[in-house]
Each structure stands twice: as structure tokens, then as C-alpha cells.
């Protein structure tokens, strides 16, 4: 199972100066999850204000309306890991070379 993030700047692009601008307001600068810091402020308050169980469904919610970008939290488990196969084989040549 190969799971890739896609371009971790799936947010608007300005015209003017093609750099990722926040999917709520078009601000552009540091954007967490496709959105400038305010926005994302009140995004995380208002998860804040429901139960802990309904969380999960309200931030599916907000990326089903593309006002919200997906975590990459979910994306760090993958198959084909190039990093621990290449730890992998790093660690075997030592082992043979010694």
C-alpha cells in the first residue's frame, strides 16, 4: 500500500505571486493545513467547543468542503518507506563490513 501527500501546498495559488494563499480568506504567507493563522485559529476553536468524540467527524467535515486541508498525520505510516529500506541496507553493509 503506497501512500503519498500530494503537494503539501494544495492551497489557492495568487495569481500575482503564484505562492499558496489560505482557502478561507486568500492571505497568503505561513498557511497550517491550507490556512493563514487566523483562520486557523478559529478553525481549532471552534473543534474546541464540541465533544471530544465529534471532533474527528466536524474536521472530515471541514476538508469535505475544502475549506480545510487533510492532516499529513495519517500519511507516516507507508509500506514502501524508501528512508527504512535504505536504513535497512545502510546497517547490513556495516554489519558484512566490519
Not at 12 to 41: F, H, M, N
Amino acid at each position: 500500500m503506497k501512500v503519498f501527500w500530494q503537494n503539501a501546498h494544495m492551497a489557492k495559488k495568487s495569481t500575482k505571486t503564484d505562492r499558496p494563499t489560505c482557502l478561507v480568506c486568500g492571505a497568503s504567507g505561513r498557511l497550517r493545513r491550507g490556512l493563514c493563522q487566523t483562520d486557523y485559529e478559529r478553525y481549532r476553536r471552534a473543534k474546541e467547543r464540541l465533544p471530544e468524540d465529534r471532533r474527528g467527524a466536524y474536521e472530515e467535515e471541514c476538508v469535505a468542503r475544502g475549506i480545510l486541508l487533510p492532516s499529513r498525520q495519517g500519511c507516516r505510516g507507508v509500506e514502501d518507506d524508501v528512508f527504512a529500506q535504505t536504513l535497512a541496507e545502510f546497517q547490513e553493509e556495516k554489519r558484512g563490513g566490519k
